[in-house]
């Protein structure tokens, strides 16, 4: 009789409470107390043996309740159950264990069994039925005995009815995590759902097809690596991420991967970061999104064995077309847009022409807001072979650790050495946290050089030679990250697409864009732009065209100026103590770029001498590239002839005082203003103005760039 009480087949019945008490005479089925109704009746209180489960094939039944079935009904039973006996009070111990609202536990099903004082977490198929009732013992002091799965089921997912076809998924590892983002993202009304893994290596192919077409995001545990044998054995939250990449890499919509942070202690998951930011769901929200990649954490350790890096053989571009007057590009831009003027496409031209000129790679940002027509002119360059396209940058995205199928390097540089990326926007940078920012901004300043490398955990370096332009769409936010670019070493200028911002100027845009959707020429729109930017491109240019010497030294005193004005002054963000000394940079960089631009300007029109309405627009690049709220503070200066303080700049530029004095005492470190204390004539108290050093002054009058 002991050895049929323990048949595996019970295990299930006996973990929710049944206690084998008799058997039949056939052996088979084992008899106790019913678990959903005690064997209790209103003739017979006083429970009987009256639940029945045969031990080879799990039926089951009890003969005073009437419930029955199988395998999966005793679990359906066992989630109605556990629901039926949980109430307030067995919700708040929960919640406080947990951590936890009370709701969230409620709106997952978490349910109660008195008989074994457990809880229930139910785990579902797509379909909403029950795959697991999972029993959680709050008072087990081991972990091991805490969480236990019902015995002889598949483990399922995690997840709240109704929402598992949401298009924005964020997947967690573990009931408890899976719970708690769903209540952040309930918080922050944010659209999506949370799904749970039982655990971090227990995504399998039978759970892909929900994830199919969706916006993924996962979300496991930090769990530490190990040594083992003098091998590297990384931890399970890397080790599950990198499965799910293998199952989900190209059937996603978009697929991101949490990368915690160093210092985090091992096993720190979603609850614990809610819990350290006080509940806080906007917080917990920026810092995943601040810390998400493409790529899991890890994947380089033991995916990729990448050969060494010199570029993926790129065919050479040739240019070998007849081309087109710069013209006929400008007829096709004025007829699908509207702009104010066509300085925009020219600068962008110049540049890709520029850049096959010997010397430092011109790099440009297009500066423009939403809406701008930048986005436009950028990808009118997707059918240029000399240009490679892209929507955004990553760390990753530039030099790849990732080993493809096929052998080729996936890496950015590899493909684009002597030719142009186009950046369609470049703002997702500043979005970015801190360590991926200076990643990339490390990485681009290797780039700019031609000579670039990485080093990855397994001990390879990739190392690159490969040259390229950068063309990049960013909006004026880019003003606010200047500062960290400069410091660590700027490379590049930039170009502010200019607009009519009259309220007529914007009207007549919006009836442009009416007028185009209307014709159904919106679709032919891209498709002319691409082909005539690529037909001009097309062709190899002659570059015979010399500057003047007076304007080579124009040139000059432009590049002077504009290090000047964007020296960076790194101050701490809350104190406003200066950290760093100044920094102004050597124009031997930005010399060569606006020499490169000017010439390649007069190439595209054609023009054989120093034509000054390029200059104009040469000095208009240089007034985009340093700070709009520095350059308006120093014209107003200078044009003022005399000292004047910071009350009057602030009134005459329309900004604040405060940012008008810190704006004011940088360009006075970098030297480009002079400070002067006046006395007052009645002899109380002192005022102090300002006016523009001897050396800008200096520029200024070499360059005409006021």
């Known amino acids: 009789m002991d050895n049929l009480f323990k048949n595996p087949n019970l295990t299930i019945f006996k973990q929710h409470g049944f206690t084998p008490a008799g058997f039949a005479s056939d052996m088979e089925n084992v008899s106790g107390t019913c ?15 009256t639940f029945f489960v045969n031990v080879k094939t799990k039926k089951w039944d009890c003969k005073i309740c009437g419930k029955e079935g199988g395998y999966q009904t005793f679990l359906n039973e066992l989630y109605t159950f556990g629901l ?30 008195p008989i074994i004082d457990k809880y229930y977490v139910p785990s579902l198929k797509k379909d909403g039925s029950v795959m697991d009732i999972a029993l959680y013992d709050y008072k087990a002091f081991d972990k091991r005995y805490k969480f236990i799965s019902s015995a002889g089921t598949n483990k399922g997912l995690y997840f709240r009815k109704n929402l598992i076809d949401s298009p924005v998924v964020y997947l967690c590892e573990g009931q408890w995590d899976t719970m708690v983002m769903d209540e952040i993202l309930r918080r922050d009304r944010l659209i999506g759902c949370s799904i749970g893994l039982p655990g971090a290596l227990s995504f399998n192919r039978d759970f892909v097809d929900v994830f199919v077409n969706k916006e993924v995001t996962v979300l496991l545990d930090n769990d530490y690596d190990r040594i083992e044998n003098d091998k590297v054995i990384l931890g399970s939250g890397k080790k599950g991420s990198i499965k799910i990449y293998k199952l989900l890499k190209g059937k996603c919509k978009s697929l991101k991967f949490i990368h915690w942070d160093d210092e985090l202690k091992n096993g720190y998951d979603v609850r614990d970061l809610y819990t350290d930011l006080n509940k806080n769901s906007k917080k917990t929200i920026t810092y995943i999104n601040d810390n998400i990649q493409d790529l899991p954490k890890g994947i380089n350790e033991i995916e990729v064995e990448t050969k060494s890096g010199t570029p993926t053989p790129i065919p050479e571009v040739k240019l070998d077309g007849p081309g087109c007057s710069i013209k006929e590009v400008h007829d096709v831009f004025n007829k699908h847009l509207l702009l104010q003027n066509t300085n925009s496409v020219d600068i962008v031209l110049a540049t890709i022409v520029a850049n096959r000129l010997p010397g430092a790679s011109v790099w440009l940002f297009l500066v423009g807001p939403s809406g701008s027509g930048k986005s436009e002119i950028l990808m009118s360059l997707g059918s240029t072979p000399e240009v490679e396209s892209i929507s955004s940058l990553t760390p990753h995205v530039l030099i790849s650790g990732f080993a493809r199928d096929d052998g080729k390097d996936p890496s950015l540089v590899a493909r684009v050495n002597n030719r142009d990326v186009c950046i369609k926007d470049f703002t997702t940078l500043t979005g970015m946290n801190i360590t991926s920012q200076q990643e990339i901004i490390s990485t681009l300043r290797d780039c700019f050089d031609g000579n670039c490398s990485k080093p990855f955990g397994n001990g390879e370096d990739k190392k690159y030679k490969s040259k390229f332009g950068i063309i990049a769409g960013v909006t004026g936010i880019i003003d606010f990250f200047s500062e960290n670019l400069t410091a660590l070493g700027e490379r590049f200028i930039r170009f502010d697409v200019q607009l009519d911002t009259s309220i007529v100027g914007e009207r007549n845009v919006l009836f442009k864009i009416m007028s185009s959707i209307s014709s159904g020429s919106k679709s032919s729109m891209q498709e002319e732009l691409q082909e005539v930017m690529a037909k001009f491109l097309n062709y190899k240019f002659e570059f015979t065209f010399q500057p003047s010497i007076e304007k080579k030294e124009q040139i000059i005193a432009l590049a002077q100026w504009t290090g000047l004005i964007r020296g960076s002054v790194i101050r701490d963000n809350r104190t406003g103590e200066i950290l760093l000394k100044p920094m102004v940079e050597y124009s031997t960089r930005l010399t060569e770029q606006y020499y490169k631009l000017y010439i390649a300007l007069h190439i595209i029109n054609s023009f054989t001498e120093d034509n000054e309405s390029i200059y104009d627009l040469l000095k ?9 709220n520095n350059y308006n503070i120093l014209r107003f200066i200078y044009e003022a002839k005399a000292g004047v303080d910071i009350q009057k700049v602030s009134e005459a530029i329309g900004l604040p005082t405060p940012t008008v004095k810190r704006h004011v005492e940088n360009l006075t470190i970098l030297r480009v203003l002079t400070k002067t204390k006046l006395e007052k004539i009645d002899g109380f108290g002192s005022t102090v103005t300002y006016t523009p050093s001897n050396r800008i002054k200096n520029l200024i009058y070499k360059s005409t760039i006021i």
């Open 84 to 113: 039926e006996n949980i109430n307030y009070d067995r919700y708040e111990l929960l919640s406080s264990d947990r951590g936890i609202g009370i709701k969230t536990l409620a709106i997952f099903d978490v349910g109660y069994n």
């Open 35 to 49: 678990i959903f109704c005690g064997s209790k009746s209103s003739k017979s209180p006083k429970p009987k043996k």
């Open 620 to 628: 208009e690049v240089a007034v985009s590239t340093v700070h709009k």
